[in-house]
């Protein structure tokens, strides 16, 4: 295997050791996101890639999928840890502009977004391509940091000399955008996590 995917996945699994100290465990938390998801069907779309925490239990649990970022560097560095674990034939990475997907309306049974919306300076006009590009019986999963989980998220950042800059929307303001567009919604938390799933109301 190539020495930079190797160091690439022990940089990947270092961050996420980082996180476990500071109380946060990723892998957790995408597995219960995706066990209130259940059950999965049809095509399956990831909006917002990162470095492939949520597309790397997707494809563990021998699911196919089309992934997109904003970001190709993001998306190198998921590739490289999908590769890791020889699991590249099921995801189709993209790089895409999530307020301009390039999909036709009615495209995807699931839609998910894990971790991203507080990034966003226009969150609604991603929602909207969510909204979209649903197909009618599908449903769009979307999850983020509650206060807690952004309070961590921004004390680890700080350790590191660094910002994290959050966007507009909360999850509250997300479901009720949804319910306005004739979505039903559900709403679960955990202690840093909270997530909507949305259904097109029949």
Known sequence: ?????????????????????????????????LEKALPLKGSILE???GKGHFAIILAQKGYSFTSVDISEKEQEYAK?????????????????????????????????????IHHLSSPYKVIDEFVRVVKGSGKIIVSDFNKKGLALVDKI????????????????????????KEFETERCETV?????????SQ
């Open 1 to 33: 295997m190539d020495k930079s995917i190797i160091e690439n996945h022990e940089r990947y699994c270092a961050r996420i050791e980082m996180f476990k100290r500071s109380g946060y465990d990723i892998e957790k938390e995408r597995n219960l996101i």
């Open 47 to 49: 909006v917002g890639t």
């Open 80 to 116: 490289m840890n999908i590769e890791y674990y020889g699991l590249q034939e099921k995801i189709d990475f993209r790089v895409e502009d999530a307020e301009q997907l390039s999909f036709e309306n009615n495209s995807f049974d699931m839609i998910f977004a894990i971790n991203m």
């Open 157 to 180: 950042h700080r350790s590191e000399g660094r910002e994290h800059p959050t966007g507009r929307a909360a999850i509250d303001e997300v479901k009720n955008y949804l319910s306005d």
């Open 192 to 200: 840093f996590q909270e997530t909507i799933i949305a259904y097109p």
